[in-house]
T-cell receptor, first 111, second 113 residues
Framework: LAKTTQPISMDSYEGQEVNITCSHN???????ITWYQQFPSQGPRFIIQ???TKVTNEVASLFIPADRKSSTLSLPRVSLSDTAVYYC????????????FGAGTRLAVHP | EADIYQTPRYLVIGTGKKITLECSQT?????MYWYQQDPGMELHLIHY???????EKGDLSSESTVSRIRTEHFPLTLESARPSHTSQYLC????????????FGPGTRLLVL
């Protein structure tokens, strides 16, 4: 399983764009990159998943360079409600896999 | 919104008691997981299952046990609770598609006195 490295914490202000980068130097060919969001006292919630290039949905964008050794979660115009822990996971989806959560990045959005 | 449920949400119990944490999902997912998470810390996988009668231990050693007799049900049992078992326990299930997303339940906060 590929190990991931993320910043421990980040601070931002309402209305700003936030970019959280995750390093995964040992990513395997079959691995996908998935990001989850977790609020206090709740289970993680899926945000976005990608394999290469760029993926965008209604809440975020995911940028993955050609070598796939890192990925960047982009949150446009954050609000106070985006204050949470964000986890980057790398793994082979499907089959007998198990996803491993790292320490995540604590994002604090200030007024 | 995912249909995965955990009961109880909160449990305070004395040392030595046997407890069972319930987890049920109505999505027909084959894969189910149990994670343990202390406040402000990362999630640790303690058990997982690929389907009925399949159970595996996760990466974090746990004194708990699990069973999977029905697809929708994945209970976790502690035969003799200890203060070191105090934590939050999160259950999840996976939809096997091109986006294998884990859906998490609300969690059970366990306090062992």
């Amino acid at each position: 399983l590929a190990k991931t490295t993320q910043p421990i914490s980040m601070d931002s202000y309402e209305g700003q764009e936030v970019n959280i980068t995750c390093s995964h130097n040992n990513i395997a060919t079959n691995d996908y990159i998935t990001w989850y969001q977790q609020f206090p006292s709740q289970g993680p919630r899926f945000i976005i998943q990608g394999y290469k290039t760029k993926v965008t949905n209604e809440v975020a964008s995911l940028f993955i360079p050609a070598d796939r050794k890192s990925s960047t979660l982009s949150l446009p115009r954050v609000s106070l409600s985006d204050t949470a822990v964000y986890y980057c996971l790398v793994g082979d989806i499907g089959g007998y896999n198990k996803l491993i959560f790292g320490a995540g990045t604590r994002l604090a959005v200030h007024p | 919104e995912a249909d995965i449920y955990q009961t109880p949400r909160y449990l305070v119990i004395g040392t030595g008691k046997k407890i069972t944490l319930e987890c049920s999902q109505t999505m027909g997912h084959d894969k189910m997981y149990w994670y343990q998470q202390d406040p402000g810390m990362e999630l640790h996988l303690i058990h997982y299952s690929y389907g009925v009668n399949s159970t595996e231990k996760g990466d974090l050693s746990s004194e708990s046990t699990v069973s999977r007799i029905r697809t929708e049900h994945f209970p976790l049992t502690l035969e003799s609770a200890r203060p070191s078992h105090t934590s939050q326990y999160l259950c999840a299930s996976t939809e096997v598609t091109t986006q294998e997303t884990q859906y998490f339940g609300p969690g059970t906060r366990l306090l062992v006195l």
